[in-house]
């Protein structure tokens, strides 16, 4: 029997991304169920909704509900958390370099390395700073892996992987995604998901 | 020792308002909460954000994900549903009726059977015709009340009920704000605004 699937559609800049990177290792671990990264970027899909920025800078209300939600979650779930400053930070190097690494058997850790940074650490990850230090803590030589992520390659894999979350039918993050093509929107939706990728 | 409780806000045309309603009750209980439900508009308070209807119509694609995952939701909960036609309903009509029917020991009965008749039966909410023969179902004499719905006094209740959601810092629907005003947004909220209620 083939093991079961999931897809992890996430941005680095989006809040709810955060617990759900964390969360998804030992949860799919756990229900046998196995998980693909899939780093991309809302810019371009907010923009073709007509939505300049965050819905949570354009909507106050929503926005202050979502930082002390998401410091409650993280509470609970013994995440440190630190309010990102600005927000939504530019994620397109810290994406580049994550569908770099996604290539290498280390690029799961460099995502969550990227996601405490911002996190927890108060570090900006549209510094390229930022992301050799990260590197450099896996024992990665940071210069080569900047140079591919700045490739025409790369460029083009994070337009077409941008091109199919849209297509998947995703218009926020985190998204899990099973093999029958289902959307799960959103770091709540994380266990109803590998049910269902189980149930396939 | 007082009883923890928690207050829950809803609007009767919200779609994940419907298996709030139908779930809070029994969790309630379970956690030792008292429930005091608080029906309000939501128009009034998209409109303040700039938004001409739901957001759920504004965003199709979070359309679309909204009425699948919902299905999959009430699956899970085995709680009938069908999709309501047109969306959004006026919830007005509802509210007004809730808001008198709640000082009344049949009032939650009321509102459970507003969400069934919208979101299992496919009646219309504004339709004074659906509130009389819920009421009849209830066995309460129609008149009596639809004429109270309609008074000035019930108008400006529901008007300030809708008032105080906002100045709560409500956006959307439904939520659940315990007695030191924290507010949790969202069905998938409830046990944690459950927990919360319980320790203070």
């Not at 949860?27 to 907010?46: N, S």
């Not at 939600?69 to 779930?77: G, K, Q, T, Y």
């Not at 994070?158 to 979350?165: D, F, G, I, K, V």
Request: with cysteine; aromatic share 12%.
């Amino acid at each position: 029997m083939d093991t079961a699937g999931i897809d992890f559609w996430f941005d680095f800049a989006s809040t709810y991304s955060y617990p759900a990177a964390m969360r998804i290792g030992a949860l799919a671990r756990d229900a046998g169920v196995k998980v693909r990264f899939r780093p991309f970027l809302l810019g371009p899909i907010f923009k073709a909704q007509g939505l300049t920025t965050s819905p949570f800078n354009l909507y106050p209300a929503k926005g202050r509900h979502m930082w002390r939600d998401l410091e409650r979650l993280c509470a609970d779930l013994r995440l440190p958390f630190r309010r990102p400053d600005p927000f939504p930070q530019n994620s397109l190097l810290a994406a580049r370099v994550a569908l770099a690494g996604l290539d290498h058997d280390w690029g799961e850790d460099f995502c969550h390395a990227v996601f405490r940074a911002q996190f927890c650490e108060g570090c900006r990850i549209d510094d390229a700073g930022t992301m050799s230090e990260i590197l450099a803590g896996l024992e990665i030589d940071p210069r080569p892996l900047l140079a591919a992520a700045q490739s025409d390659a790369i460029k083009a894999r994070l337009r077409a992987q941008t091109e199919e979350a849209q297509q998947r039918g995703i218009f926020g993050a985190p998204n899990f995604i099973t093999a029958d093509g289902e959307l799960f929107w959103g770091n709540d939706r994380l266990e109803a998901a590998l049910r269902w990728a189980n149930s396939l």
